[in-house]
């Protein structure tokens, strides 16, 4: 990492994985955009073919209403009736959900059925029965025109519930990506602060060397890769378990080894929401029950570290003061909303102003924040699993 080419291409990496996510939310929100549309022309088609069953009850009922003639209001409800049927077609070769299908197929069969009861009134007309003709239209006619509008307007709705299954998996999806992105930029500003210690350390190293000996010592590098190659491997792996946690209990033994890692008496993950909800301790490492049940819940516009990293989505550092133990470190949960969170950390020996430390809390928020925010998304989509249910 001490080639300027390297830092550049690590750096170049950086952005491309950013690039390649926004890439990605723009055309998945895209595709999100054109579903929409088509349900909702969907949805307009099939509030139209509503309608027309509606035009078809009451056309068919002034077969037998007095002062209206038959000559007139048959051939209308022969038209209508073939509009109906046209409209159901279409409205089910558009469909993109299995019952919303089903659905219209049952309104097809009913349609078909509505003309069949047509047809009896129509005889029954002819041979001068009108009472016959008039139990058939306001009995077996009106409720088979009802029928057929229920079975339009379940469709309707299963195209909405298949449109909101779909929206909410896509964001699921883009929650994923974005938390991603997050952690390989994250990991790439780790390896760039560590380059750049190891760059000055080694510039020290040399500088002391010269004024001693004119030849400089030949294992500078050597200790600088073997003071950072543990940190490294510490990230790595804690950035791989993270995406593989499957309960509380895996989610605090990782917050265990991060409060290791970074030195750190003691961690909190801090949760709120994307509108700005009160921030609540959800999980900690190293403070007790009695400690964590005490700590009030933080508004956005408080003025502590914990809201202003919330409340700006940045990095907020406290620095040790004489008469205080310990600084801390608070990192935002950035999600594909917007932040809904924040990591703290009360770091010991001065570590808050450790440029690798303060790297690893940017690390660990952004891998938290995937886990809560694809937590959100499944919570979400159950609810709607127990609805459509």
Not at 148 to 156: K, L, M, S
Not at 200 to 211: K, T
Request: hydrophobic letters at 50%.
């Amino acid at each position: 990492m001490r080639s300027r080419t390297v830092r550049f291409t690590v750096s170049l990496i950086g952005w491309v994985a950013l690039g390649l996510a926004a890439f990605f939310l723009i055309r998945t929100q895209q595709h999100i955009s054109s579903l929409t549309t088509g349900v909702r022309a969907f949805d307009l088609q099939a509030r139209e073919t509503t309608d027309a069953l509606a035009d078809l009850r009451a056309a068919q009922q002034a077969y037998v209403a007095a002062g209206q003639g038959v000559a007139f209001w048959m051939p209308k409800v022969s038209t209508t009736t073939g509009v109906v049927r046209s409209k159901i077609v279409a409205l089910r070769q558009s469909a993109e959900s299995g019952p919303a299908r089903a659905a219209l197929m049952e309104a097809e069969a009913a349609i078909a059925e509505f003309e069949a009861v047509d047809t009896r009134a129509r005889d029954y007309l002819k041979s001068g029965e009108l009472l016959m003709a008039a139990d058939v239209i306001f009995t077996e006619g009106g409720e088979t025109a009802a029928k057929t509008a229920r079975h339009v307007e379940r469709a309707r709705l299963a195209e909405h519930e298949a449109l909101d299954a779909r929206a909410a998996a896509i964001h699921s999806q883009q929650a994923l990506a974005l938390s991603g992105a997050g952690a390989i930029a994250g990991l790439l500003l780790l390896l760039l602060a560590l380059a750049r210690n190891q760059i000055a350390a080694d510039n020290s190293e040399r500088q002391r060397e010269r004024a001693i000996a004119p030849v400089p010592a030949p294992t500078a590098t050597m200790l600088g890769v073997s003071r950072t190659a543990p940190i490294l491997k510490t990230a790595a792996d804690l950035c791989t378990d993270f995406g593989r946690v499957r309960d509380v209990s895996d989610l605090k033994d990782l917050l265990a080894r991060a409060a290791a890692a970074m030195d750190a008496s003691g961690l909190v993950v801090w949760l709120g929401s994307t509108t700005g909800a009160d921030l609540q301790p959800i999980v900690s490492h190293g403070y007790s029950p009695q400690v964590i049940a005490r700590m009030p819940a933080v508004p956005k516009s408080g003025d502590n570290a914990a809201a202003a990293a919330y409340r700006t989505g940045t990095l907020q550092i406290v620095l040790s003061r004489p008469g205080r133990l310990s600084g801390a470190l608070v990192a935002p949960l950035l999600a594909l909303e917007g932040c809904i969170g924040a990591l703290s950390a009360e770091t010991r020996h001065g570590g808050e102003g450790s440029e690798s430390v303060q790297a690893l809390a940017v690390i660990f928020a952004a891998q938290l924040a995937g886990i809560f925010a694809a937590a959100a998304a499944d919570s979400g989509e159950r609810k709607a699993a127990v609805v459509q249910g």
